[in-house]
C-alpha cells in the first residue's frame, strides 16, 4: 500500500465505525498561552475533554499536522539521527467522545493493525497500565482483559505511570493508556529470548506506533482522583511510523512519505544517499525539516526573530547548514522540495497547495539569507581555530562573529562540539552583557511567546537557553 492508500484505509475505517472525519487542526496555534505548535491529535479537542465546550460528533477521526520542536515535547535532535522521530509527523487519531471505550477501541485497533493492514501478529507488543500504589491507581485490568481476547499474555508487558497513564494538568482529565509496539528486529535477533520476556522494549527497533488513552478519571485540586461521568478515548498513531511497519521497511525515511522528497534532494545536489552515513543524516533533515517549515508557513508562521517564529527559522537554518556543509550546496534549493509536498500531500492538506507560492518564495529568500551569513561566518571561523591554541575557542572572537556576521553563537557552538573544542562561554556572555550596558536602548527582550505556561506539564524551569541577544528559551526538565 502506498502512503496515500494507508491513511485513506484508516479514515474508511474508522468511517466504517460511524465517526465523523475532520480536517486536521492548524500546526500554529495563536490562541492557547500553553503552547506554541500543535503537538498531539488532541490538541483540538482539549475544551471538548474538559468539558468547556460540546465535542462535535460522539466519534471522531483525522490526521492531524504535529510538530515536537519545543516544550515538552521536543524530537528535533533525535531527527535524522534516529529513523522515526519527525519535527513534523502526521498523527493519526480516533476519540470517543463519552461513546464507546475500552473494549471497543481496543478491538477496533486491533482489527485494523492485523486485518486491514495485516501486520505480523508476531512482531506487535502491547504495554498496558500497571498501577501506582503511592498514587492510588489501580493496574488497567480491564484494558488487560480487552486485550486478552487477541493477544497471547506474553506479548503484553507492564508499563509504568510515566509511559501508561495520560494526564491533561495537575487537574482535569486523566486516566490509564495502552500502547502498541512494533518489533522491527531481524528474525535472528527475535529468536534470541531472554527467557522473561520475548522482547526489550527499550530497543531502538522496538517501535511504539499507537498510543490509546482511556480517560476515565478526573484529577481534583486536592489531587484526589474521581470517575468521569463520562468516559473518553483519545488514541494517536505515528502515521509515517504505521507506513515503514506497513511497509515492511526499517526507517520511515525509506517509505513513499519521505522517498520522493530524498530523490528530488539527490537531482538537486547530485549527492547519492548511499554516499556515506554524513550524506544520509543531512538527506534525512533536509527532508524531514522541509515538511516543518513549509506547514508552519502555510498555516500563518513566517520564519522571524521571535517566538514560534524563531523556532521556524531555527529549523529552516539547520536544514540549510546541514546543506550547505555536507551536500555542498550553496544555492537556495529547498524551496523546489515543496513541489514534491504539493504533488504528495496537497491532495489531503490543501493549504500546502493554495499557499505554495508564498511558502517558496519565503524559504528561497530564507535560504538566500542564511547562504550569505554562513559563507562568511563560516570562513572566519575556520581563521578563529586555525589561530587558537589549545582547544577553547575565546568568547570575545566568537561574539565578534555573532556580532558583525549575524552567525547563530548556537551554531559556532556546535561546530567547536564536532571538532572536540570548546566555546569559552563566560567570555561570550560578557562581552554581550558589555555590549548591552553600550547599547542605549538595551536590547529589547522578547520572552513572552517562549515562556511557555505549560500548567499541564510536570517539568521544571531549569534556566534560560540563550540563542541571539532577543531570544530567550526557557528550559524545562520534566519531573
Ligand atoms: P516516542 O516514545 O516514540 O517518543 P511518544 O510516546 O512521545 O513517542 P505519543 O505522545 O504517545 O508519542 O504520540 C502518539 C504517537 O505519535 C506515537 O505512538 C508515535 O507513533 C507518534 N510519534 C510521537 N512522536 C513522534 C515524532 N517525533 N515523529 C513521528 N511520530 C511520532
Ligand atoms: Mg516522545
Ligand atoms: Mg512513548
Ligand atoms: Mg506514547
Not at 535477533?189 to 527497533?205: A, C, F, I, Q, Y
Request: hydrophobic letters at 40%; one cysteine or more; glycine letters at 6%.
Amino acid at each position: 500500500m502506498t502512503a496515500k492508500e494507508i491513511r485513506q484505509a484508516y479514515m474508511d475505517y474508522f468511517k466504517s465505525k460511524a465517526h465523523t472525519i475532520v480536517p486536521s487542526a492548524p500546526i500554529v496555534i495563536k490562541n492557547d498561552p500553553t503552547l506554541l505548535f500543535t503537538n498531539a491529535g488532541m490538541n483540538q479537542f482539549k475544551d471538548a475533554f474538559l468539558g468547556n465546550a460540546e465535542a462535535i460528533a460522539p466519534r471522531v477521526a483525522d490526521s492531524q499536522k504535529c510538530l515536537r520542536v519545543s516544550g515538552k515535547h521536543n524530537d528535533l535532535e533525535e531527527v535524522g539521527h534516529d529513523t522515526y522521530h519527525h519535527t513534523m509527523f502526521e498523527m493519526l487519531g480516533n476519540w470517543s467522545f463519552g461513546d464507546y471505550f475500552k473494549e471497543d477501541a481496543i478491538a477496533w485497533a486491533w482489527e485494523l493493525l492485523t486485518d486491514v493492514f495485516k501486520l505480523d501478529k508476531d512482531r506487535i507488543y502491547i504495554t498496558v497500565f500497571e498501577g501506582d500504589e503511592g498514587e492510588g491507581l489501580a493496574s488497567d485490568d480491564d484494558a488487560r482483559k480487552y486485550w486478552l481476547k487477541w493477544v497471547s499474555e506474553d506479548r503484553i508487558l507492564n508499563g509504568n505511570k510515566k509511559d501508561n497513564f495520560w494526564e491533561m494538568g495537575d487537574q482535569g482529565p486523566c486516566g490509564p493508556s495502552s500502547e502498541i509496539h512494533f518489533d522491527l528486529r531481524p528474525q535472528e535477533d527475535r529468536d534470541k529470548v531472554d527467557g522473561k520476556s520475548l522482547v526489550n522494549m527499550d530497543h531502538p527497533e522496538v517501535v511504539e506506533i499507537w498510543n490509546l488513552v482511556f480517560m476515565e478519571f478526573n484529577r481534583k485540586a486536592d489531587g484526589s482522583l474521581e470517575r468521569l461521568p463520562a468516559q473518553h478515548v483519545d488514541t494517536g498513531m505515528g502515521f509515517e511510523r504505521l507506513c515503514m511497519v506497513i511497509q515492511g521497511v526499517r526507517s520511515n525515511y525509506d517509505t513513499d512519505v519521505f522517498t520522493p522528497i530524498i530523490s528530488e534532494i539527490e537531482k538537486h545536489s547530485g549527492v547519492v544517499k548511499t554516499r556515506d552515513h554524513k550524506s544520509l543524516v543531512a538527506m534525512r533533515v533536509i527532508a524531514d525539516h522541509i515538511r516543518a517549515i513549509a506547514f508552519a508557513i502555510a498555516d500563518g508562521q513566517l520564519p522571524s526573530n521571535n517566538g514560534a517564529g524563531y523556532v521556524i527559522r531555527r529549523i529552516l537554518r539547520r536544514a540549510t547548514r546541514y546543506a550547505y556543509s555536507v551536500l555542498d550546496m550553496n544555492e537556495p534549493f529547498m524551496f523546489k522540495l515543496v513541489d514534491v509536498l504539493d504533488r504528495e500531500m496537497g491532495e489531503f492538506f490543501p493549504e500546502i497547495r493554495s499557499q505554495r507560492t508564498l511558502v517558496e518564495s519565503v524559504i528561497q529568500e530564507e535560504e538566500s539569507a542564511f547562504l550569505r551569513t554562513l559563507e562568511q561566518g563560516l570562513k572566519r571561523l575556520d581563521d578563529i581555530i586555525s589561530q587558537t591554541q589549545g582547544k577553547v575557542v575565546d568568547g570575545a572572537k566568537a561574539f565578534e562573529l555573532y556580532d558583525t556576521f549575524g552567525f547563530p553563537v548556537d551554531l559556532t557552538s556546535l561546530i567547536l562540539r564536532e571538532k572536540e573544542m570548546d566555546l569559552d562561554q563566560a567570555g561570550f556572555d560578557e562581552e554581550m552583557a558589555k555590549q548591552k550596558s553600550r547599547s542605549r536602548a538595551a536590547t529589547k527582550m522578547s520572552t513572552d511567546d517562549w515562556v511557555e505556561i505549560r500548567k499541564d506539564a510536570r517539568e521544571e524551569f531549569i534556566g534560560y537557553d540563550r540563542l541571539d541577544s532577543t531570544v530567550h528559551v526557557a528550559k524545562y526538565r520534566e519531573v
